[in-house]
């Protein structure tokens, strides 16, 4: 069992950054793949960045490419997503993930372990 904790949401301005941390804990093996979602009101959680545990192999969608940077520490067993010029349409609770599956991590279903979210709120 993984367990996997947030940290980091809060309120920042239009063009501001921020750092959110994911803290795993329990039997996490070296070929998970970790991931970062977020999920806006009334819309679907999406997949920003993953990060294999093993070899670090990351991979972007487009939705915040170019803008943020997913990156783990593995004294400290944590996960991090570096956000930077961020939007109002950037608000939304955003997600740790685990997967212990082999293949695309690409989708909310290739994820099997969860956090409970950090909420982001960008204004402008």
């Known amino acids: 069992q993984v367990q996997l904790v947030e940290t980091g949401g809060g309120l920042v301005q239009a063009g501001g950054s921020l750092r959110l941390s994911c803290v795993v804990s329990?039997?996490?093996?070296?070929?998970?793949?970790m991931g970062w979602f977020r999920q806006a009101p009334g819309k679907e959680r999406e997949l920003l960045a993953s990060i294999r545990w093993s070899d670090d192999v990351v991979y972007y969608t487009n939705i915040m490419k170019g803008r943020s940077a997913i990156s783990r520490d593995n004294a400290k067993n944590t996960v991090y997503l570096q956000m930077d010029n961020l939007k109002p349409e950037d608000t939304a609770v955003y997600y740790c993930a685990a997967s212990s599956f082999v293949g695309y991590h690409r989708i909310e279903r290739d994820f099997n372990y969860w956090g409970q979210g950090t909420q982001v709120t960008v204004s402008s």
């Open positions: 329990g039997r996490l093996l070296a070929a998970y793949t």
